[in-house]
């Protein structure tokens, strides 16, 4: 069975960067390649570039491994910049609890902020009612809760919520809530009558429950931050997939980024603009009820070209898979698939596995179960992002508390 890579972020790259200029441009090509039937791969010779990466992790037997974040995958330039984060932010009073949603997330997170994870007693009764204990003091301490609300996500949507309530009766300065993957951003919008607006809905519940502040991860639409009354910090992790793919042999003259709808298009625009500009094709969708979709046409040309489809979000895969069928029929050679919270609702591990995609690029903002693992799966690590992100975050709160 062909091998499966997971490589961790370049060099030259900023995590956090939103410039406009190519990402072949300023880092990109090496001669590692990773994928799948790698002889149909076609390369330009024009466009090899270098990028200070660290070896690979070669994994067989097509099981895909998250990047662990230590002394042995973790970078030189990444090892520096957490040992010179931990030697300047030591005296901060931060803490950085994980809920059991996303653990291991959580522990990566802490690892590249130099933090031990708070100690923190979670546990359900027989009835299934949630109980919270913070085993360590809080009071006067910025606390950052790392839940996302992945299936079942009505009781992470709980535990979070308990657990924000925990960290605020204990006297926590600041509650940041982390939540990677925003599960109820769907239902942001009255499509037809009679409809709720959970977005809104679960935004006041976790306002309530006592939180100064959300951080979270390529909203469904960006309008969701509104509907919370106290700040939200929107992380995009575009970067973390573009990384990838700048390390991958692909001519750029040969890439075409492609919206699996209508709805994705400012998205994928937006990632095409980072790919040398690449041009555009949007896949037309007809929806006929939730989870339920139904491919018509295909605007744009992919014939010849390697497609690489971005969406925030694969559930059922229903629209990226018939995306793809449609590509292939239009004469794409290849088609990827990128997309940042991997919900892998039945069936979608069949339709994705079914060899229409060469390779389906993904992040650990929601864990992704062992029997959910396929040849083409690619498992890309979003912890020193968010990571980052958070230490930017309480500096900035810490400078306004001064001044306030």
């Known amino acids: ?103 291991a997330l ?13 100690k923190i007693k979670i546990k359900r009764f027989a009835d299934g009612e949630i109980y919270v204990q913070l085993q ?36 926590a300065k600041n509650i940041t809530v982390v939540i990677p993957y925003f599960g109820y951003a769907r239902a942001d919008r009255k499509t037809q ?51 990838y793919l700048a390390s991958k042999r692909i001519c750029s003259d040969d890439l075409v980024v492609v919206s699996p709808d209508v709805g994705g298009v400012a998205r994928a625009r937006a990632f095409a603009k980072k790919l040398s500009d690449a041009p555009l094709a949007i896949v037309d969708k007809r929806r006929h009820g939730h989870n339920v979709a139904e491919v018509m046409n295909l605007i744009g040309d992919v014939k010849g070209k390697v497609a690489v489809m971005v969406d925030d979000m694969i559930d059922t895969a229903g629209t990226i898979a018939k995306g793809a069928e449609l590509l292939h029929q239009e004469g794409a050679r290849e088609v990827y698939a990128c997309c940042t919270h991997a919900v892998f609702s039945p069936p979608a591990i069949e339709r994705l596995s079914s060899g229409i995609f060469q390779e389906v690029i993904i992040t650990n903002t929601l ?11 690619t498992v890309l690590s979003v912890a020193n992002l968010l ?12 400078v306004s508390s001064i001044f306030q």
């Not at 002394?71 to 990444?78: A, C, I, V, Y």
């Not at 959580?106 to 708070?118: D, H, K, R």
């Not at 009071?139 to 924000?164: F, K, S, W």
């Open 1 to 103: 069975m062909a091998s499966l890579t997971t490589l961790l972020p370049c060099k030259s790259s900023s995590f956090l960067s939103s410039s406009s200029s190519s990402l072949f441009a300023r880092c990109s090509l090496g001669h590692k390649t990773v994928g799948f039937n790698e002889s149909r791969s076609r390369t330009c010779a024009s466009n090899n570039f270098k990028c200070d990466m660290a070896e690979p992790v070669n994994i067989g037997n097509g099981k895909p491994v998250i990047p662990i974040l230590n002394d042995r995958t973790l970078p030189k330039f990444l090892e520096s910049a957490r040992m010179e984060t931990t030697v300047n932010r030591n005296g901060a009073k931060i803490k950085v609890f994980s809920g059991t949603a996303n653990p």
């Open 106 to 118: 959580s522990q990566e997170i802490a690892w590249y902020m130099g933090l031990e994870l708070g």
């Open 136 to 171: 360590e003091s809080v009071r006067g301490c910025d606390v950052y809760l790392v839940q996302p609300t992945c299936p079942p996500a009505n009781e992470n949507l709980m535990e979070l919520l308990v657990t924000v309530d925990a960290c605020r009766r204990a006297s």
């Open 193 to 243: 009558g009679r409809e709720s607006i959970a977005a809104k809905l679960v935004a006041n519940l976790i306002t309530e429950a006592g939180a100064n502040r959300v951080l979270s991860c390529d909203l469904h639409s960006g309008q969701s931050m509104g509907y919370f009354d106290i700040p939200v910090d929107h992380v995009y992790c575009q970067p973390v997939i573009l990384d």
């Open 367 to 377: 864990p992704v179960a062992e029997k959910n693992y396929f040849p083409q799966l």
């Open 387 to 398: 990571g980052e992100t958070i230490w930017r975050v309480h500096d900035d709160c810490s």
